[in-house]
């Protein structure tokens, strides 16, 4: 067995992971005079069919002038399955991934380093708006590219907060616009809910755990890390990471825990309703949240009232700009910070495409993953995908003739010197647990966040020093053999 696959076999939590599927090898009609690049990926539906679509339009240019031909599988449990993959010695030519697993497959070994490919193909620092490129970028090396990027923001119900001026105004608040700071979000918030005659909420301005899938990043709003890599080391109880958590508490202590959770699971429809009808932020009962680009493809599917048209189908994106901003009930805005002078933060997100070690075809797996990357090429995806590029530059039409209408706001945030990628630590996906937990504790008062921060540190810091002990250990005996 090979040293990479010491390291990462004894690195990997639970039996369990020992029992999953290889993803299978696709029953397609491989042109016999070409290279197969296996390609897993790990989006299904609309977003899997798009990049059949990018694929397919590879195939029959490039690799076809090329020789190459990529074979294009979804597969589900994709981080597990490639480091497994990796591992066993067969794994795919690439894999999409998520931002969380580069890392961590860096420092097991289990990526190929792509900047002496890149470079040859112009892929170079500035290429990338910077947040994207340094975020690709590990201990000196370059471990993966991207796919399609996300920037996050705040989206907010424009016509019901118009139709609400008076009351807003009263609050002192501005219709016109959306809230500029955290204060003035929880002010427009607290003006805009309403309730039953027995108390119980029927509509609110805004709940911070609603759909809640970037609370784990709320630090960033308050100009806060909690990794400090240099001394390697967490920072939850960095007491400005604490003041995110404790706003929001606030939520649950204004409107109370139970009055909230009852109108998620009712009014709302519950979080597992998101891509539903149901959607709250669709139907009206939450009229701002915190999410990302995509958005504009759920309003077309399910809510196209919203976009001031009757059906996905008749919103022309060959319309002036101007007039589909106009005729959209809907908005969307940098979500606002609680630092003075901080301005235009965002959680800068995306998709990565790698080579796990050992592929055996890396210089046609890196034609297609360039072929990704050319600026037609991506503008064409992140159009289909209604998100941001990952481009420094970007093209009139990607700006002026996107389904998403607010496409400028996320370029402008993912452009931003504000802009904030995922953190780079080896443990993330035990970040993340410990993170939600301590969140959903933190929501429900059952812990202050003083308390529920200080116990996921001293977790957190046991687990992540446990597995650089591993690795160092099982790295000295696999250098040994």
């Known amino acids: 067995m090979s040293p990479t696959k010491i390291v990462v076999f004894s690195l990997l939590a639970g039996p369990a992971l020992a ?10 009609d491989v042109p016999q005079d070409r290279v197969v690049v296996d390609y897993w990926e790990k989006w299904t539906s609309d977003e899997g069919a798009q990049m059949q679509l990018i694929v397919d339009d590879f195939n029959n240019t490039v690799g076809k002038d090329k020789h190459i031909f990529v074979r294009y599988v979804s597969i589900s449990a994709i981080n597990q399955k490639t ?22 497959y860096a420092m097991l070994d289990a990526l190929e380093p792509l900047e002496d490919l890149a470079k040859e193909y112009g ?31 705040l989206h907010y119900n424009r016509k019901i907060i118009e139709d609400n001026a008076d009351v807003l105004r009263k609050a002192g608040c501005d219709p016109t616009r959306p809230p500029q700071t955290i204060d003035e ?35 960033f709003w308050w100009g806060a890390q909690i990794w400090d890599g240099q ?25 109370g825990k139970d009055a909230i959770n009852e109108f998620r699971s009712g009014v709302a429809g519950g979080t597992l309703n998101w891509d539903s009808p149901q959607n709250p932020f669709m139907t009206g009962a939450i009229l701002m949240e915190q999410q990302g680009p995509w958005t504009a493809n759920y309003v077309l599917k399910l809510k196209p009232s919203l976009a001031g048209v009757r059906s996905a189908e008749e919103d022309n994106v060959n319309d002036p700009l101007p007039v589909r901003k106009a005729r959209c009930q809907w908005a969307v ?12 933060v965002t959680y800068a997100t995306f998709d990565s495409l790698v080579i796990p070690r050992g592929a055996k075809h890396k210089r046609e797996a890196f034609e297609f993953i360039a072929y990704v990357n050319r600026q037609p090429v991506m503008e064409k995806l992140c159009k289909m995908h209604s998100k941001n590029s990952a481009l420094a530059q970007v093209s009139p039409d990607f700006l002026e003739h996107n389904k ?33 937990n301590a969140i959903q504790r933190i929501a429900l008062l059952e812990v202050t966040p003083e308390v ?22 099982r790295k000295g005996l696999a250098a040994a053999h």
């Open 231 to 255: 001394h390697e080391r967490f920072t939850l109880t960095d007491p400005k990471v604490l003041a995110g958590y404790q706003w929001l508490q606030s939520y649950s202590k204004r409107l």
């Open 19 to 28: 029992l999953l599927a290889f993803g299978p090898r696709g029953a397609v």
């Open 83 to 104: 480091l497994i993959a990796t591992a066993a010695g067969v794994p795919p030519d690439v894999a999409g991934l998520w931002d969380a697993n580069m890392v961590q």
């Open 123 to 153: 892929i170079t620092d500035g290429y990338y708006k910077k947040v994207y490129w340094d975020a690709c970028h590990y201990d000196g090396h370059l471990y993966c590219l991207i796919s399609t990027p996300a920037a996050i923001a």
């Open 452 to 473: 529920a921060m200080k116990e996921a540190q001293d977790r957190l810091q046991k687990k992540y020093d446990l597995f650089m002990e591993k690795l160092r250990a």
């Open 333 to 344: 805005a940098p979500f606002p910070s609680a630092v003075p002078g901080l301005t235009d």
């Open 404 to 436: 998403n209408p607010y496409i400028d706001v996320f370029e402008r945030l993912a452009s931003s010197p504000n802009a904030r990628a995922i953190q780079q630590s080896p443990i993330m996906p035990e970040i993340a647990d410990e993170m939600n």
């Open 185 to 219: 979000l929880d002010r427009y918030a607290k003006a805009l809910d309403t309730f039953d005659a027995d108390g119980h909420i029927k509509r609110t301005g805004y709940l911070p755990m609603e759909p809640g899938w970037y609370v784990p990043q709320t630090y």
